[in-house]
C-alpha cells in the first residue's frame, strides 16, 4: 500500500540578522544603524532548523512527534501543512490535510466564527454543501454555539482554540496535523481532542501529532519520531521512542536480571548474591510506563548461597535530580527476621499504591543488607526506571484541579473533612 506522507531528505534553513521587508520604518533603519549594519548588509547567520529528514506514514497511522523545544518539530509540521516550504527535499501528501499549528492559524480575525468555517473549508477544497453538512458538528463540538456570528477577535483563547480545533478536526481532511494543541485548555477539553483524534484513527484517517505530554502521545500513537537539532534521532514503538526522549531506556529498565557473565553483584564474603528486579502492574505484566492512579509492584529476587546472615531488602527511588522520594524495606513484613536466612531463592515484592507517585521519571536502587552486628550489603543503582504519567481523569488525586499540579517528590491522596463549622 501506497503512503499516505512521503518525505524525502527534507532540510530547512534560515537566515538570521537580515531585514526581510523592502522597505523599513525609520526606526528599523536608526536600529539597524546602531546595530552596525544597514539593509540587507553586514553577517548573515545561517542555521538549518531541519536537514536530511526521511520518513513515512501509512493511511491510519498515528504518528507522535516529540522532541525539546527548537528541536525543529514545528517547522516540520508548517512544512507538511504547506505553511512555509524546503529549502532542500520534497514532500508527498496523498490527501487533503487540515492543521492546527497554532491558536487561530488560518482564521481572520474579522470574520465571524461562521465565516471563518466557510473560509476553511474553502481552502480545503470543499463545497459549500459539504462544509453545511458539518456545520453543526464543528459548531458543538467548539462549545460556540452563542458566540457562532460574533467576529472571532472577540473569541477568548479557549473559544479560538475549540474553534480551531472543531474546524481542523471535523472538516474530515484525511491527513490531520496537530501542533501542541493539549498545551492550551483545560483538561476537559484536551480529553475531547485526544478522544477525537483517536475516532479520527479509527475511521482510517492520518493523524500527525506533535506534544510535549507523553502521557498523551503513549496513549494516542502508535509509533514516534524523536527530533533533535533538526534531525530524526529515532523513529519506532512509541514506549521506545519516549524512552529515548527521557534519556534512558526505560523499555529495558522495567526488568533487569542479573547473570554472572554480567558481574553479578554479590556479598563480599559471596554468601548473597542479586538475581532479578522487575516492576509489574496489576496483571503481573513487566513494564515501565504506569499511570498515577496505578499501583506498581516491585519485585525482586536474591539467593543465598550460604547460611549466615539475617537479611533485609531495600529499595531506593529517587527522581531525575537523584533526590530520594522515599525509601521502603521489608523489615517489618519479612518473615525471615529472627534468624539466618537458609541457602536458596528468595522472592520478595512491595507495592507502591496508587496514587501516590507524582508524574515523572523515577529510578529505583536495590539494595540488600544484614543487620549491623555482621556489615554485609550489596546493591545496584538505578536498577530500573519508572516513567509516571498523568491522564487527568478526575478519578486521580487531581480530581476536578484542570491546572498544573504543584511541583511535589510525591502526590499522596490523603483524607480530608470540610464541614460548615457555623451550622
Known amino acids: 500500500m501506497q503512503p499516505i506522507v512521503i518525505v524525502e531528505n527534507l532540510s530547512k534553513q534560515y537566515r538570521l540578522g537580515t531585514q526581510s521587508a523592502a522597505y523599513s520604518t525609520i526606526r528599523e533603519s536608526l536600529t539597524n544603524r546602531?546595530?552596525?549594519?544597514?539593509?540587507?548588509?553586514?553577517?548573515?547567520?545561517?542555521?538549518?532548523?531541519?536537514?536530511?529528514?526521511?520518513?513515512?506514514?501509512?493511511?491510519?497511522?498515528?504518528?507522535?512527534?516529540?522532541?525539546?523545544?527548537?528541536?525543529?518539530?514545528?517547522?516540520?509540521?508548517?512544512?507538511l501543512s504547506r505553511v512555509t516550504e524546503p529549502t532542500t527535499g520534497r514532500v508527498v501528501l496523498h490527501g487533503r490535510v487540515g492543521s492546527l499549528l497554532e491558536v487561530g492559524t488560518g482564521f481572520h480575525p474579522e470574520l465571524t466564527g461562521r465565516e471563518n468555517v466557510f473560509l476553511n473549508g474553502s481552502i480545503l477544497g470543499m463545497s459549500r454543501k459539504e462544509i453545511l453538512g458539518r456545520f453543526d458538528e464543528i459548531v458543538s463540538f467548539?462549545?460556540?454555539?452563542?458566540?457562532?456570528?460574533?467576529?472571532?477577535?472577540?473569541?477568548?483563547?479557549?473559544?479560538?482554540?475549540?474553534?480551531?480545533?472543531?474546524?481542523?478536526?471535523?472538516?474530515?481532511?484525511?491527513?490531520?496535523?496537530?501542533?501542541e494543541v493539549l498545551a492550551v485548555g483545560d483538561a476537559n477539553f484536551q480529553k475531547k481532542c485526544l478522544g477525537k483524534m483517536g475516532d479520527i484513527a479509527r475511521?482510517?484517517?492520518?493523524?500527525i501529532f506533535v506534544s510535549h505530554?507523553?502521557?498523551?502521545?503513549?496513549?494516542?500513537?502508535?509509533?514516534?519520531?524523536?527530533?533533535?537539532?533538526?534531525?530524526?534521532?529515532?523513529?519506532?514503538?512509541?514506549?521506545?521512542?519516549?524512552?529515548?526522549?527521557?534519556?534512558?531506556?526505560l523499555s529495558q529498565q522495567a526488568e533487569r536480571i542479573f547473570t554472572p557473565d554480567r558481574h553479578q553483584p554479590h556479598f563480599p564474603d559471596g554468601t548473597v548474591q542479586l538475581e532479578r528486579i522487575r516492576a509489574l502492574d496489576a496483571n503481573e505484566s513487566s513494564r515501565s510506563a504506569f499511570d498515577v492512579k496505578e499501583p506498581v509492584h516491585i519485585e525482586v529476587e536474591y539467593r543465598v548461597l550460604i547460611r549466615r546472615h539475617t537479611l533485609n531488602v531495600h529499595l531506593y527511588f529517587r527522581n531525575e535530580a537523584g533526590d530520594n522520594i522515599f525509601v521502603s524495606m521489608d523489615n517489618l513484613d519479612s518473615p525471615f527476621q529472627d534468624e539466618p536466612a537458609a541457602e536458596g531463592l528468595y522472592r520478595a515484592r512491595?507495592?507502591?499504591?496508587?496514587?501516590?507517585?507524582?508524574?515523572?521519571?523515577?529510578?529505583?536502587?536495590?539494595l540488600i543488607c544484614t543487620r549491623p552486628t555482621s556489615p554485609q550489603y550489596v546493591t545496584f543503582p538505578d536498577a530500573i526506571?519508572?516513567?509516571?504519567?498523568?491522564?487527568?481523569?478526575?478519578?486521580?488525586?487531581?480530581g476536578n484541579w484542570i491546572r498544573e499540579w504543584p511541583q511535589s517528590l510525591v502526590r499522596p491522596r490523603l483524607q480530608w473533612t470540610v464541614e460548615r463549622a457555623d451550622a
Do not use: H
Open 385 to 398: 526506571s519508572l516513567n509516571i504519567t498523568d491522564d487527568m481523569e478526575e478519578q486521580g488525586v487531581r
Open 213 to 249: 505530554n507523553m502521557s498523551a502521545v503513549q496513549r494516542l500513537c502508535t509509533r514516534a519520531l524523536l527530533v533533535d537539532a533538526g534531525r530524526i534521532m529515532k523513529d519506532g514503538p512509541v514506549a521506545d521512542t519516549i524512552s529515548s526522549y527521557l534519556g534512558t531506556d
Open 203 to 207: 475511521d482510517g484517517r492520518t493523524v
Open 350 to 366: 512491595c507495592t507502591v499504591p496508587a496514587n501516590l507517585l507524582n508524574a515523572g521519571s523515577i529510578r529505583v536502587e536495590y
Open 34 to 79: 546602531i546595530r552596525g549594519r544597514r539593509n540587507g548588509s553586514g553577517k548573515d547567520q545561517m542555521i538549518w532548523a531541519l536537514r536530511d529528514v526521511q520518513f513515512e506514514i501509512a493511511a491510519g497511522e498515528v504518528l507522535g512527534i516529540i522532541g525539546r523545544n527548537g528541536a525543529g518539530k514545528s517547522t516540520l509540521l508548517k512544512i
Open 142 to 179: 467548539a462549545e460556540i454555539e452563542k458566540f457562532v456570528d460574533t467576529p472571532v477577535k472577540r473569541y477568548s483563547s479557549g473559544m479560538y482554540l475549540r474553534l480551531a480545533f472543531a474546524v481542523a478536526a471535523n472538516l474530515r481532511p484525511e491527513i490531520l496535523v496537530v501542533d
